[in-house]
């Protein structure tokens, strides 16, 4: 099983950027998806996560800024970034409990700066 994670870039302060993550391989089963960042110097954090029932849960930070979402039938996740902040520079992570063990991606370089 792999998570592959794209869509990371440069963006100005109030932006967007949309992240996805695929997962590929011998799946049974998805349950709960999610995306952590880890910025220079900090721990790694959650910053939103997804069950398979479709239920969220945001970080204080994003909230009413980001939106994660996922397609099931792509064994996708997605974290739409909008009004994005200069300390929402990271490098994001995916996360997924595939058939009960979790995977993570390779993470992908978000980077917030005029």
């Known amino acids: 099983v792999q998570l592959q994670a794209c869509g990371g870039g440069l963006v100005q302060p109030g932006g967007s950027l949309r992240l996805s993550c695929a997962a590929s391989?011998?799946?049974?089963?998805?349950?709960?998806m999610g995306w952590y960042r880890q910025a220079p110097g900090k721990q790694r954090e959650l910053v939103a996560s997804?069950?398979?029932?479709?239920?969220?849960n945001y970080a204080d930070s994003v909230k009413g800024r980001f939106t994660i979402s996922r397609d099931n039938g792509k064994n996708t996740v997605y974290l739409q970034m909008s009004s994005l902040k200069r300390e929402d520079t990271a490098v994001y992570y995916c996360?997924?409990?595939?058939?009960?063990?979790?995977?993570w991606g390779q993470g992908t370089l978000v980077t917030v700066s005029s």
């Open positions: 391989g011998s799946i049974f089963s998805i349950n709960g």
């Open positions: 997804i069950t398979s029932g479709g239920s969220t």
């Open positions: 996360s997924a409990l595939v058939n009960f063990n979790a995977y």
